[in-house]
């Protein structure tokens, strides 16, 4: 079965300090991994896919098959990035159900 | 422009009440899902559908039923509402299978 891990519930950090949101998963297939984002009183929305490769609000991912994770990355938080961060796996064949890790509150302070 | 929505925003509930919370989307997207979402749980899947007349168990399905008569709705049923049913529910939809979601607003459902 297909399992998100987000070991931490809540991450605080300071303006301008680098954050990491962790992510590690496990499943037998080739996964496919997305972020998703809650800010505050708005819905859910993508923030970023692995197959994309691409920088978003200026957070990355990089899919590590070694280690299952695909931890969140931004070098210089801002105060409009907190928010709630959901990491989220797609299995492949017939069955393809997005499973979500618990999410992470993350708060950006002053 | 095309959008997800639910309704009602807020619902409170007894005990026991049948309880049908709405999901309608005009992307055209074969796929729908329903999340409950709770604190330390996260987002988890309730039933998910591919297409018309198509209904499939996610993984906290008990105490759920879905429909899928058009593909616009897919309305969330609790038979028989219960505390631990109390939660924020998300439908979301998907063109394919790979495709990211789109999620609606939620539904804050309190149960008594």
């Known amino acids: 079965a297909q399992r998100v891990t987000q070991p931490e519930k809540l991450l605080s950090v300071f303006k301008g300090a680098p954050v990491e949101l962790k992510c590690n998963y496990s499943?037998?297939?080739?996964?496919?991994l997305f972020w998703y984002v809650q800010y505050s009183r708005q819905r859910l929305q993508l923030l970023l896919r692995?197959?994309s490769r691409e920088s978003i609000k200026g957070f990355t991912a990089d899919l590590n098959k070694g280690e299952t994770s695909f931890h969140l990355k931004k070098p210089f938080a801002q105060e409009e990035d907190s928010a709630m961060y959901y990491c989220a796996l797609i299995s492949s064949g017939s069955a393809r159900q997005l499973t979500f890790g618990s999410g992470t509150q993350l708060t950006v302070l002053p | 422009d095309a959008e997800i929505t639910q309704s009602p925003r807020h619902k409170i509930t007894e005990t026991g009440r049948q309880v049908t919370l709405a999901c309608h989307q005009t992307?055209?997207?074969?796929?729908m899902f329903w999340y409950r979402q709770d604190l330390g749980h996260g987002l988890r899947l309730i039933h998910y559908?591919?297409?018309?007349?198509?209904?499939n168990k996610g993984e906290v399905s008990d105490g759920y039923s879905v429909s899928r008569s058009n593909t616009e709705d897919l309305p969330l049923t609790l038979e028989s509402a219960a505390s631990s049913q109390t939660s924020v529910y998300f439908c979301?939809?998907?063109?394919?299978?790979?495709?990211?979601?789109?999620f609606g607003n939620g539904t804050r459902l309190t149960v008594t």
């Open positions: 979301a939809s998907s063109d394919r299978g790979n495709s990211p979601l789109h």
């Open positions: 499943y037998s297939g080739s996964p496919e």
């Open positions: 559908s591919y297409g018309v007349h198509d209904t």
């Open positions: 692995h197959i």
């Open positions: 992307w055209n997207h074969n796929n």
